[in-house]
């Protein structure tokens, strides 16, 4: 077992560790086909911006000859890998071997001249294939292998969870489905690649990297696109030292606080974007939020994007993250387990409001896993047998917390006495005074409450009366995630607080009697 305070104190290490182990002991010994990140979170980010500058993004036509479309890029330099999707239309990233070779591509692209409208010229890799002699080339033109970049549908989600072996197998069948694929993390990386492309204008050596979900390997298909404008390599503070009695200083404009300077950088960032940026739609500047932002869509990528500024913070809580995911796979799924059944739910939403987000829920299962009895992330042989587990006691667990008095503390692993009284507390591990789920009513945490009980009575049923596979009635984690529950949920509102009360009453009891046999897992 390795305590959390080790990993917390060096984090590179614990991921070198746990490759070194997953090295010796074999990757297969985990059994599961996903993706938990190995590397480190700065060589994981290094690594794939680079990749991203090397690659170009081509609008094609709807069918193209692959074989020819390849050997035509590679008279600028060798293809190190490509694929294709749709977004409105047929998309291809292309990665070369060098960046040289993105440039040599550039040379021989023109500004296209569009009749009575006028373009904006600016040499992007954001680019448009078009076929010389359409005609000549219908025969030898081919419909393509396109990379999905969506989830799947609940149908077909409920069809692979209902065919699963067990609830641990449910878990992992979920988080495989959703997780981001390779092709969908190089296209966010590439994506905030072609931003970083416009907002060199403003501030040539800034770097535009993304954050939250889409790094912390907790992103689900779909998810947004979180990008911070990083312009610490221009800051001040990276200068080389000097020595000598001179010291030189840029002459700078000087604004009344940082907050202020945020503003005004993405003010116009976004203005840039939206009269510029190829692709870049729906441009909103949202710079009086507590956290100022450009809000836009990306249209070849598909992606609803965030870009902030100034924003370490935010960079850290997703290398944060990415450690607790890079412990086991278990980890991951259960986040990503809880995630869709609180989506499920409606107990999170896309619009911002009164209710928990992703990142507050991601929190309250990395808390649970520390307060678990051995109280730390355990080994990944004990994790194993415990997956299944886990689900039904995360919801067991938070049925029964003291949200009325106790505050969620990860940087400490306890809870502890809310300061103030906001009705979920969740300390920000990184500026402790703030709270990251202030925004949340009372009556958002009750639904939570209340569906947590309810699910976790569904899992303590299940294995009682499981159906059989070809009936291809929801069990387990499909029951939990059908708007069924919630609909029953909705149709008891009336009597819903005894109704929860009870659910929790009658887990108490089972629980105790279970506690004296000490069987309490139904041998799973
Ligand atoms: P998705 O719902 O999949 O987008 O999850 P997400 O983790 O990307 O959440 P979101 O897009 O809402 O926020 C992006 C990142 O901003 C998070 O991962 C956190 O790092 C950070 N963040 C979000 N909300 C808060 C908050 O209330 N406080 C702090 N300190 N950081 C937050
Ligand atoms: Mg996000």
Redesign the pocket.
């Known amino acids: 077992q390795r305590p959390l305070r080790r990993l917390l104190s060096c984090p590179g290490t614990v991921a070198a560790d746990l490759r070194r182990e997953e090295q010796s002991s074999g990757s297969a010994e985990t059994g599961s086909e996903d993706r938990t990140p190995k590397k480190r979170f700065s060589e994981v980010q290094n690594e794939r911006r680079e990749q991203a500058q090397r690659t170009v993004l081509i609008h094609c036509p709807d069918k193209i000859n692959e074989k020819k479309f390849l050997k035509f890029l590679s008279q600028h330099g060798p293809i190190n890998s490509h694929f294709f999707y749709e977004s409105f239309g047929l998309y291809a990233a292309v990665e070369f071997c060098q960046k040289e070779s993105v440039t040599s591509l550039q040379n021989i692209t023109r500004t296209p001249s569009l009749g009575p409208e006028a373009a904006i010229p600016f040499k992007s890799r954001y680019l448009n294939l078009k076929l010389r002699n359409s005609l000549n080339q219908t025969s030898e033109l081919s419909s393509i292998q396109c990379s999905n970049q969506s989830s799947p549908s609940s149908k077909k989600l409920y069809q692979l969870l209902c065919c699963a072996e067990s609830v641990d197998d449910q878990l992992n069948t979920l988080l495989r489905e959703f997780q981001l694929t390779e092709e969908n993390t190089r296209l966010r990386y590439l994506t905030c690649s072609l931003i970083e492309d416009v907002a060199a204008a403003y501030f040539p050596d800034c770097a535009v990297r993304p954050?939250?979900?889409s790094v912390?390997s907790?992103?689900?298909l779909g998810?947004?696109l979180?990008m911070f404008l990083d312009l610490d390599e221009i800051g001040k503070f990276t200068a080389q030292k000097t020595s000598g009695n001179f010291l030189m200083e840029f002459q700078v404009k000087n604004v009344p606080s940082e907050r202020v300077a945020t503003q005004k950088i993405l003010s116009v960032i976004g203005e840039c974007l939206d009269q510029f940026g190829p692709g870049c739609v729906g441009v909103q500047r949202i710079l009086n939020a507590r956290c100022p932002l450009v809000r836009f869509s990306h249209q070849a990528s598909g992606f609803q994007c965030?870009l902030t500024t100034n924003n370490r913070?935010?960079l850290k809580?997703?290398e944060l993250?990415y450690m607790y995911g890079a412990l086991d796979s278990r980890v991951r799924a259960l986040v990503f387990s809880v995630r869709c059944w609180a989506r499920a739910h409606s107990l999170t939403s896309s619009i911002p409001g009164a209710w928990i987000?992703?990142?507050s829920l991601?929190m309250m299962v990395i808390f649970f896993l520390q307060r678990r009895s051995p109280p730390i992330l355990p080994t990944l042989d004990y994790l194993k047998t415990l997956a299944e587990l886990l689900l039904k006691e995360f919801f067991e667990y938070f049925g029964n917390f003291a949200f009325n008095k106790n505050s969620i503390n990860i940087r400490q692993g306890r809870e502890q006495n809310k300061p103030e009284s906001s009705p979920l507390h969740i300390q920000?591990p990184?500026?402790t005074s703030?709270n990251?789920s202030k925004n949340v009513s009372q009556s958002q945490l009750q639904k939570f409450v209340d569906l947590a009980r309810e699910s976790a009575w569904i899992l303590h049923q299940e294995g009682k009366d499981r159906p059989s596979p070809s009936s291809n009635q929801p069990w387990g984690l499909a029951a939990l995630l059908l708007p069924s529950v919630a609909n029953n949920m909705s149709l008891s509102k009336k009597k819903k607080k005894p109704a929860s009360e009870r659910i929790k009453n009658l887990l108490d009891s089972i629980k105790s009697s279970g506690a004296e046999n000490s069987t309490a897992t139904n041998g799973r």
């Open positions: 954050f939250g979900s912390n907790f992103g689900k998810c947004d979180d965030d913070i935010a809580s997703s993250l987000t992703n990142f991601t920000n990184f500026e703030l990251v």
